[in-house]
């Protein structure tokens, strides 16, 4: 065993009090692997980790951030990363009301590059299958511009609510949150999916300098119990890519047999998948097929190109580049029938990774506008006439003993539920956490109504039930409320009512009402059914429809543009009233600080509180009264009731406020 003493760049004498002691098997299988280059590793446990944080795409541009925020001027470009920069940890970004804005997440610099390396392009299918608690898919999202499906997936119920939480924090509008096993979800979107994300659960030895809880879950799960989960993930993730698309597998940990051997295995298994090679760039080196067990070696197919592929995979080392160990494989399954075009290089780094490159500072602006969804078909080569798609003969039966186990619970424990293992505190200490957990899980809670059990606030599972119908289109899905008690509300009308008269432009935006009792989602366009899966969102939750009128949701708020509410109230982020918001007070608001969106005559302005204008939608007056969207520097930060009195009721729910 061996104690070292770890330095953080953010204290004033540069120093922690924190060490870590590396137990001794892991330090001899590390010497054995790393040979001449392992004293430089250990030298990199002494120096001060790096810390990053993203900004969010779908908010504001880089450029625009930079102005904006109070560390601009300190921040440092992650070089592999859009919108990527290292902070100096006593900054504290989490502790920012631009935090509780979504307008940044907070992640580990090196866990950005899977998502980066999967090149996913607007109007894509995307599937983040092991996704809580959610960095990788806000990453995604941002990719995406609110064009095509962004399906986000945890096994674990728990986990779920950090993934929805983030979901949601981040405005995205055209994702879904399930909560289920991938050979379920193999059998509802065979070959549907342009772009698989595989962050698969592992050993995490590169997680050692950030979390010493990780040294304690290796101990006690061994390499090859995880590498038998991962065996059983990537078959079902192979099912789900349809032909021509990319699969980026991904671990945070050193192990080959969880690496190398894992990708090796796979290209045996399916003989239409190949490695596309990753540049090497920042430090980063190749994969390393020398490592993989001679046993292995001989069960795979003759000849060499199998193995050689594999230095086409990359490894991220702590003493070679500025983020914790990480390994990433970029894999195309080919056209039936012929080879898919490749980037005239062939090479990721050459293509995806190049369009990261930004001037000093990330001068680099990013499309924020949202677009309209292409009605969820998206013309890819490798669908036939009318959207029909080829599905994949080989059918894997699903290991009723296995659980996908990505998160690792505290002290290992574990509680069965319905045949479930399921992690308590859900805390595999993944990546992408911010340093000293800087992010707040949702804690408010809904009352569950009939047999809705999809609570936002709880992150509860509602199942979408085979044999449930639908109604005719724009009606959505319709799942009964229970009793059919008379007084009962049509929830998408109320949707679509609240709509007209609070917000503006809703009539242009993508996504199908679809109502689970009392609550209504917009669902990305062209989704297969989910009939039989777990469903924790069915798309972006807009809000719930009470006996007299539709609540507006969080989510919805979080989504929005301040100029899409008929109604704002417009705070700086340093300002006082900001925190005491955050905090859940009520407020006293000034009339003249209210800003109503006058649809009619296409602008925005300030009121005295008694000026009246038309809905959005122009069929109607609306006073200065009712649910005011709150910003905190332009961008949302949850809703507030005005009645008028000077008084603006705090609408943000428990598990959202400032703690």
């Known amino acids: 065993m061996v104690s070292i003493l770890l330095l953080s760049e953010g204290s004033a004498e540069g120093v922690s009090n924190v060490s870590i002691t590396l137990p001794q098997s892991f330090l001899d299988k590390m010497q054995g692997l790393l040979d001449h280059e392992y004293e430089a590793f250990m030298a990199s446990y002494e120096q001060p980790r790096k810390y990053g944080l993203r900004v969010n795409g779908l908010k504001l541009s880089e450029g625009e951030f930079l102005k904006l925020s109070p560390w601009g001027d300190r921040l440092v470009p992650i070089p592999w990363a859009s919108g990527g920069y290292y902070y100096v940890d006593s900054d504290r970004p989490g502790k920012h009301p631009h935090y509780h804005a979504g307008l940044y997440y907070i992640q580990e610099p090196s866990a950005m590059v899977p998502a980066e390396l ?373 929830a998408v009308e109320a949707w679509r009512r609240f709509a007209a008269e609070r917000l503006v432009g809703a009539e242009r935006w993508s996504g199908e009402p679809v109502a689970y009792g009392s609550r209504v989602y917009l669902q990305p366009p062209g989704l297969p059914r989910l009939d039989g899966l777990r469903v924790v969102r069915a798309g972006w939750f807009v809000g719930e429809a009470g006996t007299h009128r539709f609540e507006p949701s969080q989510a919805l708020a979080m989504g929005l543009r301040c100029g899409e509410a008929a109604l704002t109230l417009r705070l700086r982020a340093d300002e006082e009233a900001t925190l005491r918001y955050l905090k859940g007070e009520t407020l006293h608001v000034d009339a003249s600080r209210l800003v109503l969106q006058d649809a009619s005559e296409s602008r925005t302005a300030p009121h005295d509180g008694d000026m009246r204008a038309l809905a959005p939608d122009g069929t109607k007056e609306i006073a200065a009264k009712g649910y005011v969207l709150v910003c905190a520097d332009d961008c949302p930060i949850g809703w507030g009731k005005y009645g008028g009195d000077g008084l603006l009721k705090n609408e943000l729910p428990a598990g959202w406020r400032w703690m």
């Open 118 to 490: 999967l090149d996913v392009r607007p109007g894509d299918r995307v599937l983040d299958l092991c996704a809580a608690p959610g960095g990788k898919s806000t990453q995604l999202a941002a990719k995406l511009q609110g064009k095509g499906v962004l399906v986000t997936n945890d096994n674990a119920r728990e986990r779920t609510k950090a993934l929805a939480k983030n979901i949601e924090l981040a405005g995205i509008r055209n994702a879904v949150v399930l909560n289920e096993e991938p050979a379920a979800l193999a059998k509802v979107f065979e070959g549907w999916f342009d772009r698989v994300l595989v962050d698969a659960p592992c050993s995490g030895e590169g997680m050692f300098r950030k979390d010493e809880s990780m040294i304690g879950e290796w101990e006690r799960h061994s390499v090859s119990r995880c590498s038998a989960m991962q065996r059983d993930i990537m078959k079902h993730a192979y099912r789900m890519l349809a032909p021509g698309g990319t699969l980026v597998y991904s671990t945070c940990t050193f192990s080959p047999e969880e690496n190398e051997a894992q990708i090796a295995e796979l290209l045996a298994a399916y003989q239409d998948l190949e490695v596309v090679p990753v540049a090497l760039a920042h430090g980063w080196a190749p994969g390393r097929p020398d490592w993989i067990g001679s046993d292995l070696v001989a069960t795979l197919p003759a000849g060499s190109e199998l193995i050689n592929s594999l230095s086409g995979t990359v490894r991220l080392w702590p003493h070679l580049t500025g983020g914790e160990g990480h390994y990433a494989a970029v894999l195309r399954k080919r056209m039936l029938g012929g080879v898919v075009e490749k980037d005239a290089d062939n090479d990721v780094g050459k293509g995806s990774l190049e369009r990261v490159g930004r001037g000093s500072k990330g001068e680099r602006t990013e499309q924020a506008g949202r677009g309209e969804q292409r009605n969820g078909v998206r013309a890819d080569a490798e669908r036939g006439s009318k959207g029909e798609r080829t599905e994949q003969a080989g059918r894997v039966e699903r290991r009723s003993d296995m659980r996908v186990d990505a998160e690792r619970g505290s002290k290992g424990e574990r509680t069965e539920q319905t045949g479930r293992v399921e992690r308590r505190n859900g805390v595999r200490v993944d990546a992408e956490r911010g340093s000293k957990g800087e992010r707040t899980e949702q804690a408010g809670r809904v009352e569950r109504r009939g047999d809705m059990r999809a609570d936002a606030e709880r992150g509860s599972v509602m199942r979408a039930e085979a044999g449930r119908g639908r109604k005719a289109r724009g009606d959505g899905l319709k799942r009964a409320s229970g009793g059919g008690a008379a007084g009962v509300v049509d």
